[in-house]
């Protein structure tokens, strides 16, 4: 499966963007899917993930509250609606396809798929 993050841009703290990554392939809606996001100088973190049907979710206790994980599966595609950003926020941000699609992970290494990346810029 091929992914294609896009929606990041430049804003201004307390804004809202909304990122959606588009996934080519048949069985996109079989997949788990999350967000990661990359700091310069920081490691991969975790952001969200959401289950094949996406009736389950799963937050980095960061984001809880503010960011919001969806999908439309007849769209193969993922959505993450974030509010409320923060300068630490900014990051170049990732979707990535787990085939374990009832399970909703946090770590990358349960990740088979990856796009490549749209950058968040949060200014204060």
């Known amino acids: 499966v091929q992914l294609q993050a896009s929606g990041g841009g430049l804003v201004q703290a307390g804004g809202s963007l909304r990122l959606s990554c588009a996934a080519s392939g048949r069985t996109f809606s079989s997949y788990a899917m999350g967000w990661f996001r990359q700091a310069p100088g920081k490691e991969r973190e975790f952001v969200a993930a959401?289950?094949?049907?996406?009736?389950?979710?799963y937050y980095a206790d960061s984001v809880k509250g503010r960011f919001t994980i969806s999908r439309d599966n007849a769209k193969n595609t993922v959505y993450l609606q974030m509010n409320s950003l923060k300068p630490e926020d900014t990051a170049v941000y990732y979707c990535?396809?787990?085939?374990?699609?009832?399970?909703?992970?946090?770590?990358?290494?349960?990740?088979?798929?990856w796009g490549q990346g749209t950058q968040v810029t949060v200014s204060s």
């Open positions: 959401i289950n094949w049907r996406g009736d389950r979710t």
């Open positions: 990535a396809a787990d085939i374990r699609g009832t399970i909703v992970a946090g770590y990358s290494s349960a990740y088979e798929y």
